[in-house]
């Protein structure tokens, strides 16, 4: 069974940056897609940003140039960084896997809370 185990949440001021990690207890290259969503409290959950096996990104617009996605293959992880952040940024951040097969795997979550 796949795992995926985000970390680097935390509580920073507007305007600071954030590097979220998740690391995937397999080789990353057993993912077609590999993904950040974030859900805030009372609302869905919603896309972040994607970055395929060949390296694709794409964006939600409200981080479009604030955010950037990244894969560490040798370090099975991938990575958001998050700069310029706002307070409407503040959500619980999970990592996602969507393999060639179509399963879909989900991390734990992790709190970014951006606040004065």
């Known amino acids: 069974q796949v795992q995926l185990v985000e970390s680097g949440g935390d509580l920073v001021q507007p305007g600071g940056s954030l590097r979220l990690s998740c690391v995937a207890s397999?080789?990353?290259?057993?993912?077609?897609?590999l993904g950040w969503y974030r859900q805030a409290p009372g609302k869905q959950r919603v896309l972040v940003a994607t970055?395929?096996?060949?390296?694709?990104?794409n964006y939600a617009s409200s981080v479009k140039g604030r955010f950037s996605i990244s894969r560490d293959n040798a370090k099975n992880t991938v990575y958001l960084q998050m700069n310029s952040l706002k307070p409407e940024d503040t959500a619980v951040y999970y990592c996602?896997?969507?393999?060639?097969?179509?399963?879909?795997?989900w991390g734990q979550g992790t709190q970014v809370t951006v606040s004065s």
């Open positions: 996602n896997g969507r393999s060639f097969s179509g399963n879909e795997y």
């Open positions: 397999g080789s990353i290259f057993s993912f077609n897609v």
């Open positions: 970055i395929t096996r060949s390296d694709r990104k």
